[in-house]
């Protein structure tokens, strides 16, 4: 089944302690996202690549920072995770950008916790 | 500013009874409305659509949203709600492929 897959589920990190989360598709769509999620509230979305087209969200911090080697993959890397940073990540795709309406397939997220 | 309301964070219900979240919205432009749902430690899962067309929009797991322009509102509702129904259920309002969340109604679901 085409899906989307977060890798890992659960991820523990040290306080200032670079960290990845990874994010990969079959679904062969153009657009990916990164969304952070604290508890109780609504995911933030942080950035995304239409393809190779980078797009930070303005009030994105910089220690949070995206790659996407490939159509398939997609990665967050936060430089110096902070408590505050604790949450879940979740990463979706969607076919293109932007075409209203084109709806957005999420993972089952990570969730990442700062010691 | 375009912007998506969910009219109480929580909704209990018993088992077998009707479900409605409630949600309302502003924006500039005809919306695009999604309901999604999170079940705990989970992604989202969409439950259905509002493009344009048809006004009543069914989805997924018996649930349909009725979307009413003059109300601007897009309310989500099941006729008999089952245990494993108790999630996070977010309305969303698409602003040209970004996504504008509204807070957030978690329901519970009693036996």
């Known amino acids: 089944d085409a899906m989307v897959i977060q890798n890992p589920r659960y991820q523990v990190t040290q306080f200032g302690k670079p960290v990845t989360l990874s994010c990969s598709q079959t679904l062969n769509h153009n657009v990916m996202y990164w969304y952070q999620q604290k508890s109780s509230q609504a995911p933030k979305l942080l950035f995304h690549?239409?393809?190779?087209?980078?797009?930070n969200e303005a009030d994105t911090p910089d220690n949070f920072q995206s790659r996407r080697p490939n159509t398939s993959f997609c990665f967050l890397d936060i430089r110096s995770p902070g408590l505050g940073d604790a949450a879940m990540y979740l990463c979706?795709?969607?076919?293109?950008?932007?075409?209203?309406?084109?709806?957005?397939?999420f993972g089952p997220g990570t969730r990442l916790t700062v010691l | 500013a375009q912007s998506v309301t969910q009219l109480g964070s929580h909704v209990s219900v018993s088992e077998g009874a009707l479900v409605l979240l409630r949600c309302n919205y502003s924006?500039?432009?005809?919306?695009?409305l999604f309901w999604y749902v999170q079940y705990p430690n989970q992604g989202l899962q969409l439950l259905l659509k509002?493009?344009?067309?048809?006004?009543l929009v069914k989805g997924i797991n018996g649930f349909e949203a009725e979307f009413k322009k003059s109300e601007t509102s897009f309310h989500l509702t099941k006729p008999s709600a089952h245990m494993s129904d108790a999630a996070e259920y977010f309305c969303v309002l698409d602003q040209g492929g970004k996504l504008i969340f509204g807070q957030g109604t978690e329901l519970s679901v009693k036996p």
């Open positions: 509002y493009t344009t067309g048809a006004t």
């Open positions: 924006s500039s432009v005809p919306p695009y």
């Open positions: 979706a795709t969607s076919r293109a950008l932007p075409r209203v309406s084109d709806t957005q397939y």
């Open positions: 690549y239409y393809d190779k087209d980078f797009n």
